[in-house]
């Protein structure tokens, strides 16, 4: 389906999530999890990833069925709607209410060490190549400001087509490390599977790490990179112009799919086949990197990351600070939601110049179970709401699924 003027495609509305599920974290914090985890974290983001396809299904699913339109005729959904949806009456609506008005504040501020950590991933990347940290921060700021004046239609007219764009050329250049080291591969999801319930002894200039570690690690940074049970991406998929809320809830699966159990894969194994991980004196966060200097040529492999992770960051960062719009616009109206976009593009900026991305991934973490536990109880207990939607597009005669077989069905006879 193309946009129209009552929501934006079902695609489009999936790479507005995508956008901001893939990010640095894809390129920076899958190589800090095997750095501080071991290979082991990453059969734990594995693990994360197939829960939150169920999860994000679910969400997404929960955001259609209670979406609303905004004072601009936008649609909005989110978990400070449908966590109303616990109860009709009594304690239970009340719950609802607060869950959900918990969430909005706590992502609200959530977002400002999120987008920090984000522009500090980006400018790392600029200063190896001798970019001062401010351009680039300013640069960032100065591109999301412009497609955030455009409102959902803009963010999904370049989601829809910088998505695709920024991920296949980034695959692209990993899967080549890992056709050159084909070798190696079995070895890799050795370590993977050996160690992910055991640790990682030390070696090389690896510092060790325990079983503790490997599924702190791999948990965090496969639930911070597919966002599943943040509650965030039924907020993108909410603008879909689609005909039921399950049929959008299953490219919730797919977000998931592209993110995790692709992107952060083959991060992995380019990490992993290339043996940096082991290698003293190489930080964390400059894994990645250093995988691509390892089999490229180093001038090539700088620009290659650089780009990619500008790419991954700008349109993360774009779409966050449309999600941090709308709970501001939910809590305390439409124009305090455009003077808080600033407090963002500010956190880009100085998120930008040079702060320690330990720091600003434990900041945000600590941020991100704060809202999880509200969002996930309330899914949870609206799970049953989810299987009588899930029933009706499946099964109810002429429309929805059943339609869609019929369709093809006459199709293929119509071919023979």
């Given amino acids: 389906k193309s946009d129209t003027d009552d929501g934006v495609s079902p ?153 695709p764009i920024m991920a296949v050329i980034y695959l692209l250049g990993a899967l080549v490390i890992i056709v050159k080291n084909f070798d190696k591969i079995p070895n890799a999801f050795a370590e993977i599977f050996g160690s992910a319930f055991t640790g990682r002894a030390a070696f090389g200039g690896f510092a060790g790490a325990s079983l503790g570690a490997a599924l702190r690690w791999g948990f965090a940074r496969g639930c911070y990179s597919n966002e599943a049970g943040m509650g965030t991406a039924p907020q993108g998929h909410a603008a879909a112009n689609v005909d039921h809320p399950v049929r959008q809830g299953l490219w919730g699966v797919f977000e998931v799919t592209v993110d995790t159990i692709i992107v952060c894969t083959v991060t992995a194994l380019a990490v992993l086949v290339s043996g940096v991980w082991t290698e003293k004196g190489i930080d964390a966060g400059a894994l990645a990197q250093a995988a691509f200097s390892k089999n490229f040529n180093p001038t090539f492999a700088n620009y290659f990351v650089a780009i990619c992770v500008f790419l991954f960051v700008l349109s993360t960062i774009i779409v966050v600070t449309f999600y941090g719009q709308r709970q501001a616009e939910f809590l305390f109206g439409m124009t305090f939601g455009k003077i808080w976009v600033w407090v963002y593009i500010v956190a880009t900026v100085v998120g930008g110049l040079g702060i320690d991305l330990g720091v600003l991934y434990s900041l945000t973490d600590a941020f991100l179970g704060l809202i999880i536990i509200p969002n996930m109880i309330a899914v949870i207990l609206m799970v049953p709401q989810v299987k009588k939607a899930q029933d009706e597009f499946f099964n109810t005669p002429g429309k929805y699924y059943l339609a869609d077989k019929a369709a093809k069905a006459a199709k293929k006879a119509a071919k023979q």
């Fill in 11 to 163: 695609f489009a509305a999936a790479c507005t999530a995508l956008a901001s599920s893939i990010g640095a974290s894809n390129i920076v914090g899958v190589p800090v999890a095997i750095a501080l985890g071991g290979p082991g974290a990453v059969f734990w983001i594995w693990v994360m990833a197939f829960i939150g396809m169920a999860t994000k299904y679910t969400e997404v699913t929960l955001g259609l069925l209670y979406r609303e339109k905004n004072e601009a005729g936008d649609f909005v959904g989110g978990p400070y709607y449908y966590c109303r949806g616990i109860g009709k009456s009594g304690i239970a609506k009340k719950i609802g209410i607060f869950f959900g008005t918990f969430y909005a504040f706590g992502l609200m501020i959530e977002l400002i060490p999120s987008i920090a950590s984000q522009a500090a991933s980006v400018t790392k990347q600029g200063m190896a190549l001798g970019i001062p940290e401010l351009p680039i921060a300013i640069a960032v700021a100065i591109i999301t400001i412009i497609v955030c004046i455009g409102g959902v239609k803009r963010i999904g007219d370049v989601c829809d087509k910088l998505v």
